[in-house]
């Protein structure tokens, strides 16, 4: 049984990010459609036409109140990779227009950026409780350990103000090694929050 096989979980790694308005739209820019229903987690979008879309062009997807703003990273014979994942789902049909850039930060009343979740990444993996004698032994040692053990692939730019849920409980991540210093796969500390 190889390590993938072991990845018995499906993890949805989350973190918080600054909410925009989003930048006015571009004169002449991309308008097209999406010709594909996306999900939550999804960093490609495939659309009617890209004649107007490239790399670092900043796109608004979605209709009405279910829209948000992402950075385009490539394009391919229709389909558009984004810099991040969407946040909310979108049906086949709804507007791509090209923005001027990211727009300004969305403000609360006291004039601080307003914050939200957003994923990362959906991957493979597993989470497992720790022993009670390696949780008393890391800690003897002064190692940073949670009481859980994460197991995923290598992920770019996982850090510890990332967080992950499975099934709906969220696991704090409090150390990110890189098992055996290989790159094969990271052996996360976890703690579970709720």
Known sequence: ????????????VKRLAAETSGGAETIGGADTTLVADTATGDVTVTVASDADISAD???RIGDALETEVRQVTGVLAGVVTLSEALAIPHDAGDQI??????????LDELGQPV?????????????????????????QAGAAIGHFVGYMR?????????????????FDIIAVPDAAGLGHHLELALEQVS
């Open 57 to 59: 062009d900043w796109l």
């Open 97 to 106: 227009r090209e923005l001027d850039d990211a727009g300004d930060p969305a």
């Open 115 to 139: 914050t939200g979740e957003m994923t990362v990444a959906t991957v493979p993996g597993l989470i497992q409780p720790r022993s009670a004698r390696e949780v008393a032994a890391a800690s």
């Open 1 to 12: 049984m190889g390590f993938d096989d072991r990845l018995l979980h499906t993890l949805i």
């Open 154 to 170: 290598p992920l770019d730019g996982l850090t510890t103000r990332d967080w992950i849920e499975k099934d709906g409980t969220r």
